[in-house]
């Protein structure tokens, strides 16, 4: 076994591994889809959110394989946390869109106003650039990607608690760093693109 956590073993089709995850997944694959579907309306996000949590389970076997009677309540655990934050993710961009069609000026936008969100936006860009390499990539994986803060630790291999601060000191440099042009370009954040 290799000794790289960070890439889970390649499983052969004898391996004790995956004939337990082929069980476990075909025993429970379909309830599961169920259960999620009712949490999130939608029979496809519902396979999306079980295969990212069996996916969870592949990379890392070792305490679901070793949870015995505890499993079926675990395999529910983890597909509703992983189908609300589905649904925050959601709430998060009908809110983002909402707030975009709001934020957008009636009528076309007259040269002064195209050229002043140009430099906003090379100002937001340049400001994510003179971030910490840590702090860009969360941000970016965060804010860009839509990634919540426990898929960002996932796919890192860093603490929850690492991403959070480091959000925490990327938004604040942002902030620092674009307060000012805003103002004087007399815009809400929201125009010079996603928040901060």
């Given at each position: 076994m290799s000794s790289d956590r960070s890439q889970p073993a390649p499983l052969d089709a004898v391996s004790p591994v995956h004939v337990w995850i082929e069980r476990v997944f075909r025993e429970h694959y379909a309830e599961l889809c169920t259960f999620v579907a009712g949490v999130i309306g939608s029979d496809d996000g519902a396979e999306d959110v079980v295969h990212d949590v069996f996916l969870s389970i592949w990379r890392a076997p070792d305490r679901w394989m070793e949870a015995g009677d505890a499993l079926r309540p675990m395999l529910y655990v983890a597909v509703r946390n992983r189908a609300l934050d589905v649904l925050r993710w959601r709430r998060v961009r009908e809110r983002y869109v909402e707030r975009m069609a709001h934020a957008v000026a009636p009528g076309p936008a007259g040269?002064?106003?195209?050229?002043?969100?140009?430099?906003?936006?090379?100002?937001?860009?340049?400001?994510?650039?003179?971030?910490?390499?840590?702090?860009?990539?969360?941000?970016?994986?965060?804010?860009?990607?839509?990634?919540?803060?426990?898929?960002?630790?996932?796919?890192?291999?860093?603490?929850?608690?690492?991403?959070?601060?480091?959000?925490?000191?990327?938004?604040?440099k942002l902030r620092a760093e674009l307060a000012g042009l805003l103002e004087e370009e007399g815009l809400p954040p929201s125009r010079a693109g996603p928040a901060p």
């Amino acid at each position: 076994m290799s000794s790289d956590r960070s890439q889970p073993a390649p499983l052969d089709a004898v391996s004790p591994v995956h004939v337990w995850i082929e069980r476990v997944f075909r025993e429970h694959y379909a309830e599961l889809c169920t259960f999620v579907a009712g949490v999130i309306g939608s029979d496809d996000g519902a396979e999306d959110v079980v295969h990212d949590v069996f996916l969870s389970i592949w990379r890392a076997p070792d305490r679901w394989m070793e949870a015995g009677d505890a499993l079926r309540p675990m395999l529910y655990v983890a597909v509703r946390n992983r189908a609300l934050d589905v649904l925050r993710w959601r709430r998060v961009r009908e809110r983002y869109v909402e707030r975009m069609a709001h934020a957008v000026a009636p009528g076309p936008a007259g040269p002064d106003e195209v050229l002043a969100q140009r430099e906003i936006e090379r100002a937001f860009d340049a400001a994510v650039e003179g971030l910490s390499a840590r702090e860009r990539e969360i941000y970016l994986l965060h804010r860009m990607e839509g990634l919540t803060y426990r898929e960002v630790a996932e796919r890192l291999g860093i603490s929850v608690k690492t991403v959070e601060v480091q959000m925490g000191r990327a938004l604040k440099k942002l902030r620092a760093e674009l307060a000012g042009l805003l103002e004087e370009e007399g815009l809400p954040p929201s125009r010079a693109g996603p928040a901060p």
